[in-house]
């Protein structure tokens, strides 16, 4: 098997074997990297022709950053692997039979290889208006549209008359650590506009509050750090509500399973993610657990030969009663895993399993604040937690300009708040 990017270049591309991987995410691209410049021809399929570093969308939700600090075009990523190309389209269908995808306008792309890479999307669990009126945050699109709502409800409720001011409650609805993160940098947004843009608005009728079904928060941690976190986020003015149900979201209210309900200038829908709705779901007559694709030690999906599934898409197993947690880091392990399965089956060896290497979890809990837990249990909160945030971040962000953006960004923000990306994108996309 050829390594080099001469090697691929002196051959046919389109005569070689061809891999399809649908989804540009963390999962996608890892697949996709251990491929470039290999002798496969490889298609990544992704309904934006950007990779979305969703680990800081919440940063672009709340207006610390612009939305593109955290997307990077996927063609530029691979612009130097002459064996990649890119198909801007979303997948309807997987053939099986004819080892081919149907995308959205019935165009066709036969494959000798298929990685479903496609992600996970919002979790609603049922409850009424959940889905329509909660703002999930897992795209970009989703980041823009909140930070419009977040905006436009400061703007409406400064522009009313003097001395009327309304209460404006935001509820952000899971205790992990997109929520924890989440509601930590919208009080501080909120608090920072206020100061800063002038708004005639009383700080005291504004309340974020953190909502969570089970007794603490961030749940993947030890109670110490839950602890601190609920503490830190208290202080910043959120009020953590854990034990606590939702029964029912309201286009400008939500309900709580003791009966009260508050009316709302927003809900934030941070309560967990699900494969059902995606193509993973439709991989195989029974999906695995979170409707996630239900997959082999090495990936390829049960009963398949040549379909495989990676990321958040694939029910990995952990051990024989667990799966793999849907973070990033299982991502770009199971891709880069997948990719090098694939040169093993076209080199005609045999395929190793897949063993996830735990390299910790983050949590940050607003400027100069968050929790880690690393491998071994070691726990570290704080100054020193933060810092270890911002350097894991910048080093996995892509493109050397958005870590220089970015990088900027936070230092400017820590000595000091600018204005900052406060605005208002009025398009119909975003704009409810």
């Excluded at 309340?207 to 609920?230: N, Q």
């Excluded at 694709?293 to 999906?301: C, E, F, I, K, S």
Aim: charged letters at 15%; hydrophobic letters at 45%; aromatic letters at 8%.
């Amino acid at each position: 098997m050829a390594n080099s990017p001469d090697a691929v270049t002196t051959q046919q591309v389109s005569a070689l074997p061809h891999v399809v991987i649908v989804g540009g995410g963390f999962a996608g691209l890892a697949t996709a990297k251990v491929l470039a410049n290999q002798a496969v021809r490889v298609t990544i399929v992704d309904q934006h022709n950007f990779h979305t570093f969703l680990p800081l969308l919440y940063q672009v939700a709340t207006a610390g950053l612009e939305p593109a600090d955290v997307a990077y075009p996927i063609r530029t990523i691979f612009g130097h692997a002459p064996n990649v190309g890119f198909r801007h389209g979303q997948v309807r269908a997987v053939d099986h039979q004819r080892s081919l995808v149907v995308l959205d306008d019935a165009s066709e792309i036969t494959f000798d290889h298929l990685v479903v890479a496609t992600g996970a999307t919002a979790a609603y669990f049922g409850i009424p208006g959940a889905s329509q009126f909660a703002l999930p945050l897992y795209s970009l699109a989703d980041a823009r549209r909140l930070r419009n709502r977040l905006l436009l409800s400061l703007e409406a409720a400064d522009a009313l008359p003097e001395g009327s001011s309304p209460q404006l409650n935001y509820v952000v609805v899971g205790g992990g650590p997109t929520g924890v993160e989440t509601s930590g940098a919208l009080a501080e947004l909120i608090r920072i506009a206020i100061r800063r843009d002038g708004l005639r608005i009383d700080e005291s009728k504004v309340r974020v509050i953190l909502v969570d079904l089970a007794s603490r928060l961030l749940t993947a941690f030890p109670p110490s750090a839950s602890a601190y976190a609920a503490r830190e986020l208290t202080g910043k003015g959120v009020e953590v509500h854990c034990g606590r149900s939702v029964v029912e979201v309201q286009e400008h209210a939500i309900r709580f399973s003791d009966g009260e309900q508050i009316d709302t200038a927003a809900v934030i829908w941070a309560a967990g993610v699900t494969a059902s709705g995606t193509l993973a779901y439709d991989l195989a007559v029974t999906p695995g657990a979170g409707g996630r694709a239900r997959v082999t030690n090495d990936l390829r999906v049960v009963e398949s030969a040549n379909v495989w599934a990676v990321g958040d898409a694939a029910a990995v197993p952990l051990n024989a009663a667990e799966y793999c947690p849907q973070l990033a880091p299982v991502a770009i392990q199971s891709g880069h895993h997948c990719g090098q399965q694939i040169l093993r089956v076209l080199r005609g060896e045999a395929t190793q399993p897949f063993h996830y290497r735990n390299k910790g979890i983050m949590a940050t809990i607003g400027r100069n604040e968050a929790v880690a837990k690393l491998p071994g249990g070691i726990i570290i909160r704080g100054r020193a937690g933060w810092l270890a945030w911002l350097s894991l971040h910048l080093f996995y962000l892509i493109g050397f300009r958005n870590r220089l953006r970015v990088m900027i960004n936070w230092t400017w923000r820590y000595f000091d708040w600018p204005s900052g990306p406060r605005l208002i994108v009025a398009d119909a996309e975003t704009v409810d």
